[in-house]
C-alpha cells in the first residue's frame, strides 16, 4: 500500500502518529543523552517519562527508546 492510495483521513492518522514517534525520539535521545554523557538522573525511568509526557500506551514509548539507546550507543 502506498501512502498516496490512502483516504484522507488515514493519511491524517498516520502524519500525526510520524510527527509524535519523532518527537517521542527526540525526547527519548536527550534523556538518553543526558545520562550516558552528562551524569544527569532522573527520579523515574524512561518509560514513565515519555508515557507520562505524550499519555500513550507502551509501544511507542518503548520503540523510540530502544532508538535512542542504540544512537547514544553510536555515538
Avoid at 510527527?19 to 518509560?47: G, P, W
Wanted: hydrophobic share 35%; charged share 30%; proline share 3%.
Amino acid at each position: 500500500m502506498y501512502y498516496k492510495d490512502l483516504e484522507p483521513d488515514a493519511e491524517f492518522i498516520i502524519k500525526k502518529d510520524l510527527e509524535l514517534y519523532n518527537c517521542m525520539l527526540h525526547k527519548a535521545f536527550k534523556i538518553c543523552f543526558d545520562r550516558a554523557y552528562k551524569d544527569v538522573t532522573y527520579s523515574e525511568t524512561d518509560q514513565r517519562m515519555i508515557k507520562s509526557f505524550y499519555g500513550t500506551s507502551d509501544y511507542f514509548p518503548l520503540s523510540a527508546i530502544y532508538e535512542a539507546k542504540a544512537l547514544v550507543k553510536s555515538l
